[in-house]
């Protein structure tokens, strides 16, 4: 009998929506075996090992969520020993990423449709492996800009409001956190290397990007990297100006996000730092970092797309 796992979190504002498009649909399944994976209140790593042990060869997944079970649903099928393990992504949360890249689709398109393989990043830190992000990985100030949705009043405010108007609201709760937070130091100084042993010097730089999908952040336009097990949209910037931030933020809307194509990248800091690392929203800081590598996954992922 086939295995459907729905990979959902309880706590959130939309599982109403999850319990009416997901959940109630599965139920009326016939030939499936229906597992259930709720999200615990622990973290991102710990939730994709929990999926990890639990999966089994020729799986369906479903990430009934927002970027964080998505991110759940990547890592633990990545991280898993099982075999064929298809995914898809129901878009339940504010910015929705990861659905989008895929298609966004609904539970019974889901279930009909065909897998391709899509390769997400992986994100090493002093050697080891960190994550995997299917759509990006950011370093710096974009990173700790995330950690102001988790303050409770914003989260508040944002379970309030109606889904439409979570971009607006998002976009002025950034802009405030910006005038405050500018003049911080987000990243020490670094050397960016790649593949063919070419190095920049990243002095002063707030932000480091790695871009796989389609969108960042919902806002900016990203690519299709995810189809190719290769190449990513790699980037930087120095945004503690607005005319900087500005133009970053206009042309990574309008035409794409400013950046080259790489297969590799290496950032070496000078000394030893902490900062805050993030994938698809997900963030964590860490400490003592000397070195961060980015590339493709070793292996893809089956994705259900659009």
């Known amino acids: 009998m086939r295995r459907l796992i729905l990979v959902y979190n309880r706590r959130s504002s939309s599982f109403w929506r999850v319990e009416k498009e997901a959940l109630a649909p599965a139920r009326e399944l016939k030939a499936w075996a229906i597992g259930k994976f709720e999200i615990a209140k ?6 994709a090992k929990r999926l990890a042990r639990v999966l089994k060869d020729g799986d369906l997944v479903i990430a009934a969520g927002g970027d964080a079970t998505a991110t759940i649903v990547v890592n633990g099928v990545m991280l898993s020993k099982a075999k064929n393990v298809r995914v ?4 339940f949360g ?27 990043l992986e994100c090493r830190v002093n050697g080891k492996h960190w994550r995997y992000g299917m759509c990006y990985f950011t370093a710096g100030m974009f990173a700790e800009a995330c950690a102001v949705f988790d303050e409770p009043k914003v989260r508040a405010r944002l379970k309030k409001k109606k889904h439409r108007h979570h971009l607006l609201f998002s976009l002025k709760t950034l ?13 020490s100084d670094f050397v960016l290397g790649n593949s063919s042993e070419e190095y920049v010097n990243c002095v002063r730089t707030t932000d480091y990007m790695a871009v796989n999908g389609k969108t960042v952040a919902k806002m900016m336009r990203g690519g ?7 190449y990513f949209l790699s980037a930087t910037g120095k ?3 607005l005319p900087k931030i500005g133009w970053f933020m206009a042309r990574s809307i309008v035409k794409r996000v400013p ?3 790489s297969d590799y990248d290496r950032l070496v800091f000078k000394t030893p730092t902490n900062l805050m690392l993030q994938a698809e929203g997900e963030y964590k800081r ?7 590598e980015v590339k493709k996954a070793e292996k893809p992922i089956l994705a259900i797309m659009k």
Request: glycine share 6%; charged share 30%; proline share 3%.
């Open 224 to 230: 299709k990297w995810y189809l190719q097990d290769d």
């Open 239 to 241: 945004l503690r100006h």
């Open 42 to 47: 622990t973290n991102v790593d710990d939730n």
């Open 259 to 261: 950046g080259v194509e």
């Open 94 to 120: 504010n910015f929705n990423d990861v659905a989008r890249s895929l298609g966004s689709l609904k539970f019974e398109d889901i279930i009909k449709g065909d897998a391709q393989e899509v390769w997400p």
């Open 175 to 187: 802009v405030l956190w910006w005038l405050k937070r500018r003049k911080n130091e987000f990243l």
């Open 286 to 292: 860490l400490e003592n970092v000397r070195l961060i």
């Open 88 to 91: 898809g992504a129901m878009p």
